[in-house]
């Protein structure tokens, strides 16, 4: 087993970590994701431009609390000089404990001007960022790659050497090519073979919605981490299931809906008190209440309420009229006097050792 660049909390086989994603990453999400059992965080990507020039808005995207660490604050752009400079005040204003390089962003706005995945068409070019950011802090630098630009330059293992020859101390693979953007199935035996091909930790990423994916993807490929995005919408307990996987142990099923509505409404409580504005904190949190109430009975109604609330008093009201008219559903009943279900094997919103109450006290920008 390969060791990471950075401590871990615990010691948990092999580590999960919540993915960046802009405008989903965030403290709030982040902490709450920690608290059940993602292992280390990444902040969504931030522009090395933004950071060097000193934007409020950027400013905002790096803060955490010393309760999400292990954390990564990952940086974009496509001028090493840059990307240094960007690097060097990161680590001297925010010490996170690591510093990702994203090679992976689709978008085209980013690609355009040769960040994210639009360094992948210029492999020296990768190499001169990684380089220039590794020169530039004390830190672990770390990257995150998608497999190519293309199918003509897919090539997942000489963009992670590269990365890897240039000082990157550990590899995630979302193996898809930035033209695939989200489509098909992510390849994972690339992720296998990138795994036997670098001497650092590779992190294995794409299509993992299930504690029973995390297992298959750890047994197929070897990989040395896991990574989830999607599949933690709506779904941070995610990372319980997963490790209960990854440990051979049964599966906590899905939690009823009280619960589920319980977790989203100390999620959206957070979100704006992290917030300084709290109309603009509650339209952004409307993305979490469609995830949050995707797959319930009559949810499309729910959601239609949901996408008009302005605050969050009208966030509890939609959702207690809700759970008077259709009840807890299935598997909420036996819930403990906080009402998270304690029955063995069942789901328990409680965190890590580090953490054992879900986004407790209010969060601490630094
Ligand atoms: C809403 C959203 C935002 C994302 N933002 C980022 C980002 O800021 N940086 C990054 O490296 N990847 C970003 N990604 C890609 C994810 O980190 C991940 O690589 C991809 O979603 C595949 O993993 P999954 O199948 O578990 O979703 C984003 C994905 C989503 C869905």
Not at 108 to 115: H, I, P
Not at 225 to 244: D, N, T, V
């Amino acid at each position: 087993m390969k060791t990471l660049p950075f401590k871990l909390r615990d010691l948990p086989g092999t580590p999960l970590f919540l993915a960046p994603q802009a405008g989903v990453s965030e403290s709030p999400f982040r902490r709450l994701c920690r608290s059940f059992g993602a292992d280390v965080v990444l902040t969504e990507f931030v522009s090395a431009e933004g950071i060097v020039r000193g934007s409020g808005r950027t400013a905002h995207y790096l803060r955490f609390d010393e309760e999400e660490r292990p954390i990564g604050i990952q940086i974009f752009g496509a001028d090493p000089g840059t990307m240094a400079e960007a690097a060097t005040l990161v680590t001297e204003v925010y010490e996170p404990d690591f510093v990702d390089i994203n090679f992976g962003c689709p978008v085209k706005k980013v690609v355009k001007r040769n960040g994210g995945s639009g360094c992948l068409r210029d492999l020296a070019l990768v190499g001169r960022i990684v380089r220039a950011v590794a020169d530039a802090t004390p830190l672990p630098v770390t990257a995150k790659i998608r497999s190519g630009f293309d199918e003509a330059t897919r090539d997942p293992v000489a963009i992670g050497r590269t990365c890897r020859d240039a000082g990157a101390r550990m590899v995630t693979l979302h193996p898809r090519t930035r033209a695939d953007m989200y489509s098909g199935r992510a390849r994972w035996d690339e992720i296998a073979v990138l795994t036997r091909a670098l001497d650092v930790p590779v992190i294995g990423n794409g299509d993992v919605r299930s504690g029973e994916d995390a297992r298959r993807m750890r047994e197929r490929t070897g990989c040395d981490g896991i990574m989830i995005a999607r599949g933690s919408h709506g779904a941070p307990w995610l990372f319980h299931q997963a490790r209960a996987a990854l440990n051979g142990e049964p599966v906590p099923g899905e939690p009823g809906v009280r619960t589920r509505f319980r977790i989203c409404i100390r999620h959206a409580e957070h979100a704006v008190a992290f917030e300084d504005d709290a109309d603009k904190a509650v339209r952004e949190f409307r993305k979490h209440l469609g995830w949050y109430t995707k797959g319930l009975p009559e949810g499309r109604r729910l959601r239609q309420r949901l996408f008009q609330v302005r605050d969050l008093l009208e966030v509890r009201e939609v959702l207690g009229r809700y759970l008077d008219r259709n009840g807890d559903g299935k598997g909420d009943r036996n819930g403990d006097r906080r009402g998270f279900s304690t029955r063995p094997g069942g789901f328990i919103v409680t965190g890590s050792r580090a953490n054992p109450d879900p986004l407790r006290g209010a969060p601490a920008g630094r």
